[in-house]
C-alpha cells in the first residue's frame, strides 16, 4: 500500500517537472520568436526610414546651381546706389512680411535723398520666408524671383522702383497675393519691357536664385525678417520705430550738414 | 493601468503622425529650422532635417497601430529628450526662433520666449507618456497582440 502511494506521488512530481520543463521550453521558443519578429519588423522600419530619407533629400533642391540676375550685389543682393557710398545699409525682407512693409513705409520718407545724394547705399537681400503664407501660390517666391529678373533685365533702378511698388501693393498674409500678371504690369509701371520681363517672371526663372538665397541667409543666422545691418553691423531685433531711428542715426552721424 | 497606456499610445501616436506630416512638405523648411538651434554642426543639420520627419511618422504609425510598441516608445523618448534639450538650449541663449515641432521653424518669429515654456511643458509630459509605455508596452488594441502572444498573460496585463 505505501509503497503505491509514494510511487504515485512520485510519478505526479515527475509529471508535474516534465509539464515544468515543456513550458520553460515553450517560453523559451516564444522568446526566440517574438526577438525575431521584432528583428525582422524593425529593418522593415528602418529601410522605410532610410527610403522617405533618400525621397525628403532628392526633393531639397537648395544649393544647385542656379541662374544669377546680373548686376547682383555678393550673389544675393540687390544694389541700390553709389557704390562708394561711406554707408551701407543691408535689409533682408520678405515682400510678404507686415513689418517689412511698415519698415519700408518708414524709410521712403527720409532714406532716398541719402541714397540720391551719395550718402548711402542700400543692398536688398529678398528672402522668400513666408511662402506658407500666401494659400499655396508661394507668394515671397515668386516676387523673390520676379525682383531678380528685373534686376536682370531692367537694371538697379527700376528694380528699386518694383520694390517699391511690391511694399505700396503689399497683400496680406494668408491671402493669394498678387497674381503673376499683376507682377508683370507692375514691372511694367516701374519700366520694365513687357515682352523681356513676362517670361521670366511667369517661368519663375530665378526660383532656384532665391531658394540658394534663402539657405546662405540662414547660415548667415539670419532668423527673422526685417534683419537690418548697418555697414556689416548686424542690429539687434527691435520694434520697427526704433529700428528705423537707429537707421537714421548711423547714417546722420555720416551725413555732412 | 493598460487603458492609461491605451491613451498614451493613442495620443503619442497621433502628435508624431501630426508633426510628420505638417513637416514632410517642406524639406528645405526643416533644415532651416535645425540649423536655427544653432547645435548641431552643418554637415549633419541636413541629414536631421530630412530624416526626422520621416522618422516622426514612422514612429507615430507603428505607435498607434501598436506594432512593436516598445522599441517605437524608446525612440520616441529619445526624439523628446533630444527636443528637450535643443529648445533649453535655444531659450537659455536667448535665441528668438521658432520651434519648427509643426512644420514652420527657420523664419520670422514673434514672441519665441513666451512660447518656449509650453513646449517644453509639452513635451515632457509627451515624454512621459514614452516612459509609461517603455514599462507597460501591452494595451488592448495592439498589432502586438497578433504578433507575440503574451507568454504570461497575467505577469504581462
Known amino acids: 500500500m505505501s509503497s503505491t502511494r509514494t510511487s504515485r506521488a512520485q510519478r505526479t512530481q515527475a509529471a508535474q517537472r516534465a509539464a515544468e520543463i515543456r513550458r520553460r521550453a515553450e517560453v523559451k521558443e516564444q522568446r526566440r520568436h517574438n526577438g525575431l519578429v521584432t528583428g525582422a519588423v524593425l529593418t522593415v522600419l528602418a529601410l522605410l526610414v532610410g527610403l522617405g530619407y533618400a525621397i525628403q533629400s532628392s526633393r531639397d533642391t537648395t544649393g544647385q546651381v542656379a541662374d544669377v540676375p546680373a548686376g547682383v550685389e555678393g550673389t544675393y543682393g540687390v544694389p541700390l546706389g553709389d557704390a562708394k557710398a561711406p554707408v551701407t545699409v543691408t535689409i533682408y525682407e520678405d515682400f510678404l ?91 511694367v509701371r516701374a519700366g520694365a519691357d513687357e515682352d523681356l520681363i513676362r517670361p521670366l517672371i511667369e517661368g519663375r526663372v530665378f526660383e532656384q536664385w532665391s531658394d540658394n538665397g534663402r539657405d546662405a541667409a540662414s547660415k548667415e543666422r539670419v532668423t527673422s525678417t526685417p534683419t537690418v545691418e548697418v555697414n556689416g553691423e548686424r542690429l539687434p531685433p527691435m520694434a520697427i520705430d526704433q529700428l528705423v531711428a537707429r537707421i537714421r542715426t548711423s547714417v546722420e552721424a555720416v551725413a555732412t550738414p | 493601468m493598460s487603458w492609461l497606456a491605451l491613451v498614451a499610445r493613442a495620443t503619442l501616436g497621433g502628435v508624431w503622425v501630426a508633426a510628420g506630416l505638417l513637416k514632410l512638405p517642406d524639406p528645405t523648411e526643416n533644415v532651416r529650422a535645425v540649423r536655427a538651434y544653432q547645435l548641431l554642426p552643418e554637415a549633419l543639420v541636413p541629414v536631421i532635417g530630412h530624416g526626422l520627419p520621416v ?5 507615430g504609425v507603428c505607435l498607434l497601430m501598436g506594432l512593436v510598441v516598445r522599441p517605437m516608445a524608446l525612440l520616441s523618448g529619445v526624439m523628446l529628450v533630444a527636443f528637450i534639450v535643443g529648445i533649453s538650449a535655444a531659450w537659455a541663449r536667448g535665441l528668438s526662433i521658432e520651434c519648427g515641432c509643426f512644420g514652420g521653424g527657420g523664419g520670422p518669429s514673434v514672441g519665441a520666449s513666451d512660447k518656449y515654456p509650453w513646449e517644453l511643458a509639452r513635451d515632457a509630459g509627451l ?30 496585463r
Open chain 1, 97 to 187: 512680411c507686415p513689418f517689412c512693409g511698415d519698415l519700408e513705409a518708414a524709410l521712403a520718407s527720409w532714406l532716398p535723398e541719402y541714397v540720391e545724394d551719395g550718402t548711402v547705399r542700400v543692398v536688398y537681400q529678398p528672402l522668400a520666408f513666408l511662402d506658407r503664407y500666401s494659400q499655396g501660390t508661394d507668394y515671397s517666391t515668386r516676387t523673390v524671383s520676379a525682383y531678380g529678373a528685373v534686376l536682370d533685365v531692367a537694371g538697379p533702378d527700376i528694380a528699386s522702383r518694383f520694390h517699391d511698388l511690391l511694399f505700396e501693393n503689399q497683400p496680406a498674409e494668408n491671402t493669394p497675393g498678387l497674381s503673376d500678371d499683376e507682377l508683370v504690369s507692375l514691372a
Open chain 2, 55 to 59: 522618422l516622426e511618422l514612422v514612429v
Open chain 2, 127 to 156: 515624454l512621459l507618456a514614452s516612459g509609461l509605455l517603455v514599462v507597460r508596452p501591452r494595451t488592448p488594441f495592439a498589432l502586438d497582440d497578433r504578433l507575440f502572444p503574451a507568454l504570461e498573460p497575467a505577469a504581462e
